[in-house]
């Protein structure tokens, strides 16, 4: 697994060699840099890194790992495809949605509702959760860091309308939402 200094040096050279976006770079060299080694910084017994097929049934998989649960039926660590199952599987949804004067917005959702994924693989399993929320970033770091001081991974979802550099973006410009241009 490449270190945070040199991971992005591999993905701006793979970047160079496929013509891909950053993003979809960097996930490949991750990909194929969790087949090695563990990588280092992470919590004792987490050693896997990155996401599978379905993110968050891979994510889930590596925290119940990580914290020592093992299937009943194998005793080996939950699968991705085990762990979607446990979390209602993926489902399917669409919707669309039509406001004047905005062209209709079909929207595709591909996973079930309205239970969290954590919540229902947890849930399924018998398995309690500590929750803690904050619009605060400082506590909330804080409690992150001394989660992970402790030895333990961290499930950590973050509103993307509070994060500084999406707090000002507007979901239609407004010209279309019936304000000035100015």
Known sequence: MPDHKHLSHRVRERMSTTGESYSAARRHVLARAADGPPPGGLVPGYDRFGAGEHRPSS?????????GHRARHTGQPYSEAMVCGLGGEIGFTYAIFEYAPVPPLFTVVAQHHPEPWLAAVLGRLGLQAREARSSAPGPAL???????????AVWCTVSRGGLPWHQRELALPRSVRGGSRA
């Open 59 to 67: 994510l889930v998989a590596h925290l119940l790992a990580q914290a």
């Open 142 to 152: 804080a409690a992150v860091n001394q989660q992970l001081a402790e030895g333990r």
